[in-house]
């Protein structure tokens, strides 16, 4: 596979409340990119991300799922999350890596309390934020007051970028107000014609292009000077501050698409493309001794290990960002908490359940790695002696308690280890021994968070277990 240099890595993460669409979204930007032949639905089980038998059961997604796209000589990498607040620990670990969130509004339903939950996780992380209102082309879609909600909600910050000129089943035109284009899209969907802003639009849309100008100046002094010079921007100086201001969160870009019909997606690609800081844009990371840590090629190799999957006939699957310097095959580093030395003999790109081999990682960049012995979620791997340990990812409390007990006695002695692979998985499940109850009990974050437990053993490990 092609390795890209840090300026070309873009890596967002798809947030937002439960049935907003992230999943198709994530599958429309596949299918944009050409690295799809035939997009994938919820509906028939055969998307990219919700690949695991319990997302096709319950028709929405309980993994985060890692996968890339290119898209104009830019790699992105997308993490699809779960919309329900009992798998949180997902939404968290995958903000935590991310560069840019991207957040789902669905077009009928507005701001939502899934929304606002997730909310308050990403600003927590001060991660640029990117609004993506979805499923416009639905009859009951309600773009103007979407927006009306979103700014009462999360402030000035939220910036039109488009717009649709016509919305439910007749939805297939965008105003862009950076371009000051129409797209016009074909009744299947797909690739849009660019054509001139209708007399019936140019007012609307000057007004909001103006506003946008202002929005892009009030970000960079010198930018402020050219907009009183001029009384405008170009394009390159507005992506300019649009960037800036998304770093600072006082730009939060809106956009409108249908990526069930496979309208918009490329358009904000493109965004995310040229406007969307990188990793070596972002302000450094935090280290557990109170430094900072600078997303450079040329620096350390520091990797951060973010999620683990335990895979049937695979084992351990780790997935990392690099944070500094760059990883190749073979490497071996050293995890400065365990004291203990790790040799990456593989490195993959993963899409989904695909694996794709690659020899080399520069910074910024997301992969994953088989069988590490020693190295979990929220450690650090570093070049050895560098003693560099990445701020740890902090997960909420556990908000239920269950004790916890296998139907077959004879599975008494594996229960534990199970459950502590399940943990490896998942750290918002937690597991202990009450000696006082002689019982095993188990934590989550809700009743959802341990059916999904319970289904795991059953399925996965084939032990039957109840909650009392």
Known sequence: MKVYDDKHIKNIVLVGATKSGKTTLAE?????AGLLNRRGTVEEKNTVSDYHEIEHERGSSVYATCMHTEWRDYKINIIDTPGLDDFIGEVISSLRVADTAVLLLNSQNGVEVGTELIWNYVQDF???????VNQVDHPKSDFDNTIEQAKKRFGKAVTVMQYPMTQGESFDCIIDLLKMTMYKFPAGGGKPQKLPIPDSEKERANQLH???VEK???NDEKLMEKYFEKGTLDEDEMREGLMLGMLHHDVFPVFCLSAKKNMGSGRMMGFIDNVAPSAT???PEKLQDGKELPCKPEGPTVL??????IEPHLGKLSFFK???GEVSTGMDLENPTKRQTERLNQLFIMDGKNRNAINKLTAGDIGATLKLKDTSTNQTLCAP???IIVEPIHFPEPRIRTAIVTKNKADDDKLGQFLNEIHQEDPTLLVEYSRELKQVILSGQGELHLTATKWRLSHIYKMEVEYI
Do not use: C, H, W, Y
């Open 322 to 324: 690099v944070m500094s």
């Open 210 to 212: 103006n506003e946008l």
């Open 216 to 218: 892009a100046a009030e």
């Open 304 to 309: 951060f290990v973010f999620k683990t999957l």
């Open 281 to 283: 844009q972002l302000f």
């Open 385 to 387: 002696g560098k003693d």
């Open 126 to 132: 001060r991660k640029p934020i990117l609004f993506a």
């Open 28 to 32: 429309d930007m596949l299918f944009e």
